[in-house]
C-alpha cells in the first residue's frame, strides 16, 4: 500500500495514506525533530488539504502504536473510515 511504502522509504514509525474526493491520493510519515512532532496521519491530511482536498475516502495508517489520533481526518470529514494496520 501506499502508506506501507511511505513508511518503508524512510525508516518512518508510522505511514499513512489519504483519498480526497476526487480519487487522489496523498501520504504522511511520522516526522520526529528535537522541537516538534507531526504524525503519519497529520502529514498526510496536510498534504491533501494543500493540494485543495475539500473531503477525505478514507484514510490508512501503519503504524505499532494501539491507539491512533483520527482527529485529522475527522476534522476533515467526519464519516471517513480510519483503516489501521499493524507494520
Known sequence: TLA???RARVGA???AAVRDGDGRSYT???VA???FTVTALQLAVANA???GAA???AAVIVTAE???D???VSDLTPEAPVLVFEP
Open 4 to 6: 506501507r511504502s511511505a
Open 13 to 15: 514509525a508510522e505511514g
Open 28 to 30: 504522511g510519515v511520522t
Open 33 to 35: 525533530r528535537p522541537t
Open 49 to 51: 488539504v494543500a493540494a
Open 55 to 57: 473531503m477525505l475516502e
Open 66 to 68: 494501539s491507539t491512533v
Open 70 to 72: 483520527e482527529t485529522p
